[in-house]
């Protein structure tokens, strides 16, 4: 018997965890411009109306609705950098105040690669020198939407995010942007990510299916509860029907 999620077994994992967004964004994004779902093609404009329900869902408007959020893979990327860097932009465009990417994988930092980037001067370079976290980020668009790239490469990154330093470019972070979107690194692979969750709002964890591991995805769950850090949701990446999605959708 698989020990990956099935359908399933993910919607009997989801039941204890709020399940973020609908059908089409659960699947992988593979680029901003299309996704594949259930062997057809969807266009930007569909995969953009899906991701949009997820932002409006996960920034719900109100005193309690998070700030700063960061999504985190359970085993591998899973297409999280592609999530993350398209619900940036779209929350952005959805909100009159400020949005930043941040690039918070120090050890696989992907998001230049999505965004068609550089790995300019980022985090962990204003982890070691002075100066104001906005100008470690740029404008990445909408005008109101900025990205804070992993920055040089370092070798004591869990040491830089577990350090006070930290702390207080979070904290500069949080009064200069009114939105964060963090991308972070395997839950399961690192304990890079268990530190950030301890400086953001929430996690959203992004599930593999017939891939992620049941037993990993729930000892993640139990060690970010543990750490009283919010689980905020889970979205089911690179899902497939057995049926047409539409017809899956009255069952």
Known sequence: ????????????????????????????????????????????????????????RLFQPGQAAPKTVMFAAIGSQNGSSSLCAVIARLLAESVPGSVCLVEGNFRTPTLPEVLGVDNHCGLSDALRQEGAIKGFARQIGPDNCWY?????????????????????????????????????????????????????????????ANETRREAALQVTENLRASKIPVLGAILNNRTFPIPAALYKRL
């Not at 204890?16 to 089409?24: N, T």
């Open 148 to 208: 804070l790239s992993s920055g040089s490469l370092v070798q004591d990154s869990l040491n830089l995010l577990n350090g006070d330093r930290m702390k207080e470019r979070v904290s500069e972070l949080r009064k200069e942007f009114d939105y964060l979107v963090i991308d972070a690194p395997p839950l399961i692979a690192y304990a890079d990510a268990m530190a950030l969750g301890r400086l953001v709002d929430g996690v959203v964890l992004v599930l593999e």
């Open 1 to 56: 018997m698989s020990k990956s999620f099935d359908p399933v077994q993910a919607e009997m994992y989801l039941g204890s965890v709020p399940r973020l967004g609908a059908e089409l964004i659960a699947n992988r994004v593979k680029s901003q411009a299309m996704t594949t779902v259930g062997g057809s093609i969807a266009t930007q404009s569909a995969v953009r109306e899906e991701a949009l329900k997820l932002v409006q």
